[in-house]
C-alpha cells in the first residue's frame, strides 16, 4: 500500500529542546517537501530535496534542518534556534508535477 | 514574488446547491495550480491539478477552470453535500527549475448545511 507517512502524529517539546519529525514514502518520489501550517493560514515551504543527498532552504528554513540519506526518507529537526516551533508539519512528495501530502504532525512547545 | 488570495475565506450553504470558490494568484509565469482539500487536523487531499497549457479539469462534481493571463482560477462543485465541508487550498506552482515548489493561498472554510 503506497503513500506518505509522518509520525509522530502529536509531539510534545520543551523550550530548548531539538526535536526529529519523521516523514517516510514509498512511492518512489524523487523529490520531497517539508510546509509549516499555522491556524488559519495557508501552508509555507521550510525545505525541499529533489534528490537524495541534495536539499535546498525555503521560505522559513530559519531554525529547522533537514537531511535526505535515502530516497524514500526526508526527517525534518526543529531546533531550539526555531521561536516559534508550535504548528503543523506536512510533508509532501512530488510525482511529475502533483504534489502528493502525508497525514502531518502537530508539534506543541510547552 | 508570487501571492496567492483565495476568497470567500468562509463559506456556508444549504445541501444541494452548486458553489464557486475563488483563487488569485500575482506572477502568471507559473508551471501549473493545484486545488486541495483538507478536513480538520489532516493532511492534504490533492482535488485537481491544472498544467499551464490548460484551461479547466473535471473530476467527478468538481470543475476547476484556469485563466493564467489574468492570474486567476475557479473550484465549481455541483450540487453540494454535507461531506463536502471542509478547508479548500489553493496551490500555484512556478517554473520547474525551482523545484516545483508550491505557494498556497490561505483557504476556503466550507460548510455544507444539511
Known amino acids: 500500500d503506497g503513500g506518505i507517512t509522518q509520525s509522530p502524529k502529536y509531539l510534545f517539546r520543551k523550550e530548548g529542546q531539538n526535536v526529529t519529525l519523521s516523514c517516510e514514502q514509498n512511492?518512489?518520489?524523487?523529490?520531497m517537501y517539508w510546509y509549516r501550517q499555522d491556524p488559519g493560514q495557508g501552508l509555507r515551504l521550510i525545505y525541499y530535496?529533489?534528490?537524495?543527498?541534495?536539499?535546498q532552504k525555503g521560505d522559513i528554513a530559519e531554525g529547522y534542518s533537514v537531511s535526505r540519506e535515502k530516497k524514500e526518507s526526508f526527517p525534518l529537526t526543529v531546533t531550539s534556534a526555531q521561536k516559534n516551533p508550535t504548528a503543523f508539519y506536512l510533508c509532501?512528495?512530488?510525482?511529475?508535477?502533483?504534489?502528493?501530502f502525508g497525514p502531518g504532525t502537530r508539534l506543541t512547545v510547552l | 514574488k508570487q501571492e496567492v488570495t483565495q476568497i470567500p475565506a468562509a463559506l456556508s450553504v444549504p445541501e444541494g446547491e452548486n458553489l464557486v470558490l475563488n483563487c488569485s494568484f500575482t506572477?502568471?509565469?507559473?508551471?501549473?495550480l493545484q486545488w486541495f482539500r483538507q478536513d480538520p487536523g489532516k493532511g492534504l487531499t490533492s482535488l485537481l491539478l491544472?498544467?499551464?497549457?490548460?484551461r479547466e479539469q473535471t473530476s467527478g462534481r468538481l470543475n476547476a477552470s484556469l485563466d493564467k493571463s489574468s492570474g486567476r482560477s475557479t473550484l465549481y462543485i455541483a450540487a453540494s453535500q454535507p461531506g463536502d465541508s471542509a478547508t479548500y487550498l489553493c496551490?500555484?506552482?512556478?517554473?520547474?527549475?525551482?523545484?516545483?515548489?508550491?505557494?498556497f493561498g490561505e483557504g476556503t472554510q466550507l460548510t455544507v448545511n444539511p
Open positions: 509532501a512528495s512530488r510525482r511529475w508535477n502533483e504534489q502528493f
Open positions: 512511492l518512489n518520489h524523487d523529490a
Open positions: 530535496s529533489q534528490i537524495v543527498n541534495d536539499f
Open positions: 506572477d502568471s509565469a507559473i508551471y501549473n
Open positions: 491544472i498544467q499551464s497549457s490548460q
Open positions: 496551490a500555484v506552482s512556478q517554473q520547474e527549475t525551482s523545484g516545483s515548489r508550491l505557494t
